[in-house]
């Protein structure tokens, strides 16, 4: 019962905003597959696994996803749920653990 929850906690979320980007997760490797495959792949922007892009509703971008679909993991979300591959690392990446609050230098600051 918990993911029926989850899932019609999504619905909503989908009636609030539409969904107008494929949200495309590289989950399994292409290194036994043809050319094909593999360019098509590279057509998405997609170079290593578990490599998340973002691509707009389109029916060049549903065909490209058809022909890798074993591959891949595609999500409809909203425009405001794209993020950039900038951002992306930005989330990934974890805090500094620690704040600076000063030199050992003090006032030396570079001026130019």
């Known amino acids: 019962s918990r993911s029926f929850a989850t899932a019609a906690q999504k619905q909503v979320a989908s009636k609030s905003e539409p969904n107008t980007h494929f949200k495309?997760?590289?989950r399994r490797s292409a290194i036994a597959l043809g050319e094909r495959k593999k360019e098509t792949l590279?057509?998405?922007g997609l170079h290593r696994r578990?490599?998340?892009?973002?691509?707009?509703?389109s029916p060049e971008a549903a065909g490209k996803i058809l022909?890798?679909?074993?591959?891949?993991?595609?999500e409809n979300v909203p425009a405001k749920a794209v993020r950039s591959q900038s951002e992306q690392r930005k989330e990934r990446k974890?805090?500094?653990g620690y704040q600076v609050q000063g030199t050992?230098?003090?006032g030396l600051a570079w001026e130019t």
Do not use: C, F, P
Request: hydrophobic letters at 50%.
């Open 67 to 74: 022909k890798v679909k074993e591959l891949v993991e595609v």
């Open 94 to 96: 974890a805090s500094r």
């Open 104 to 106: 050992k230098l003090g």
């Open 42 to 44: 590279v057509a998405l």
């Open 50 to 57: 578990m490599q998340t892009v973002y691509h707009v509703h």
């Open 24 to 26: 495309i997760t590289l």
